[in-house]
């Protein structure tokens, strides 16, 4: 790939990593954003170029780096590329694409709480200059950890397909499957295959689709099209199950039906995931959140027929970490315990990871006899989700799921 503005791949840099190429090559050509941009750089990343560049670490570091403008242009695509990308993201690729010699020169030198650190920016130049497509990885892998998953099962248990999920789920065959959807559908949408992704048994599926009409502006001109979504569908047990990300609720499941429908050839339709949680597992928790308040603090409450005239809705809540459960109890005493009815409670956040995180009771049925349990996972990570959800599961028994949740769509 050449680092000259004249030869930028742009399918490269502004279809598949959504890189604004005019603005970054605009502020390149400025000297004087090119040279803030230098002297902007941290000590890792000044290692990076001196051993891509062969240079000396002189006074006239800074000139010679002005000498080579041209050659300097991927490091800001790189930049504008990865700006606001997770470092947990770029971390995990880096952690399994760098040797541990371009690891430790990218460590910055003092931990922060105890775990080693990195220049994330000085990781970022490391893998591209390893292989370009490294970005693209990181690009998605972002996307993974950023969002929402509905998880959702085939509700009639389609047969043993003795094909391997991976020689099937390849792009050439599902942008087949995309291309006859829309076209069946009458949609006037493309989908397009952009990435599949497979590890541990799951398979990572990243669908670009044209969401809605819209127009964008520059100066007095419009450009008339669609606004974009990404669909990222995670197929595991041999497609049995899915779990779904996308902002639209209704056609991604189609999406993933129609897939399944193709690997197993039979109609495959995929439903919300239930996991019930008996009612007296869930009482068990609501008690210990005021019981030990250490261990998981509650830190807001919402609850409806708190024993008040009128039945108002009741909202407690605390900033940051501190734990609510003595002004719960405080109002228990002076009214009553919005957390003795499970059916009460509309939502709870707890404190995990630093971070505030809500829950979620849904009746199962009409007796009230066990409930489902949902978290929002958006704000944690992927493995922020993991540890939250062993923790429910080992300290309380309870299996949580996502409070993301898609339509229910017939198979396409």
């Not at 996307?143 to 003795?162: I, S, Y």
């Not at 996308?246 to 897939?259: D, E, F, G, K, N």
């Not at 405080?330 to 919005?338: H, I, K, M, N, V």
């Not at 959800?389 to 396409?412: C, F, P």
Request: some cysteine.
């Amino acid at each position: 790939m050449s680092a000259t503005p004249f030869q930028i791949d742009e399918e490269f840099w502004r279809d598949r990593l959504e890189v604004g190429i005019a603005r970054v090559v605009q502020e390149h050509a400025r000297d004087a954003s090119l040279r803030l941009w230098i002297a902007s750089l941290t000590p890792r990343c000044r290692s990076v170029l001196v051993e891509h560049f062969g240079l000396a670490e002189t006074e006239e570091f800074k000139a010679a780096l002005l000498a080579r403008r041209t050659e300097l242009l991927p490091f800001l695509l790189v930049d504008a590329a990865m700006e606001g990308k997770r470092v947990c993201a770029i971390e995990q690729l880096a952690q399994a694409k760098l040797s541990p010699e371009a690891l430790a020169a990218s460590q910055r030198p003092t931990l922060v709480d105890g775990v080693t650190s990195y220049d994330r920016r000085a990781l970022l130049w490391r893998l591209y200059l390893a292989d370009p497509a490294h970005l693209e990885l990181v690009f998605h892998l972002d996307r993974l950890q950023r969002k929402g998953f509905a998880r959702m099962v085939a509700d009639d248990a389609p047969p043993v397909n003795g094909t391997d999920p991976g020689t099937f789920l390849t792009r050439t065959t599902l942008q087949g499957l995309l291309d006859r959807y829309e076209r069946e559908q009458e949609t006037q949408r493309q989908s397009h295959c952009a990435a599949i992704l497979n590890g541990d048994g799951r398979y990572r599926v990243f669908i670009k689709r044209d969401m809605k009409e819209a127009f964008v502006s520059h100066g007095p001109k419009n450009t008339f099209g669609f606004s974009r979504e990404w669909i990222i569908l995670v197929f595991e047990q041999g497609l049995r199950r899915v779990q779904v990300c996308s902002v639209s609720p209704s056609v991604p499941p189609q999406l993933a039906s129609r897939i399944a429908t193709g690997f197993f050839g039979v109609p495959v339709n995929y439903t919300n995931e239930v996991v019930e949680t008996p009612v007296a597992t869930v009482a068990a928790f609501l008690h210990s959140l005021l019981a030990d308040p250490a261990r998981l603090p509650l830190v807001e409450l919402v609850a409806g027929d708190c024993g008040l005239e009128g039945s108002p809705q009741l909202r407690l809540s605390a900033a940051g970490s501190a734990s609510i459960a003595p002004a719960i109890q405080q109002f228990a005493r002076a009214f009553s315990d919005p957390l003795a009815d499970v059916g009460r409670v509309e939502s709870l956040k707890v404190w995990f990871s630093e971070k505030r995180v809500k829950l979620t009771f849904e009746p199962a049925d009409k007796t009230g006899a066990s409930y489902v349990v949902r978290y929002a996972d958006q704000p944690l990570d992927a493995h922020e989700r993991a540890d939250f959800e062993q923790l429910m599961w080992k300290d309380y028994g309870i299996r949580v799921l996502s409070t993301e949740k898609k339509h229910h769509a017939a198979a396409a």
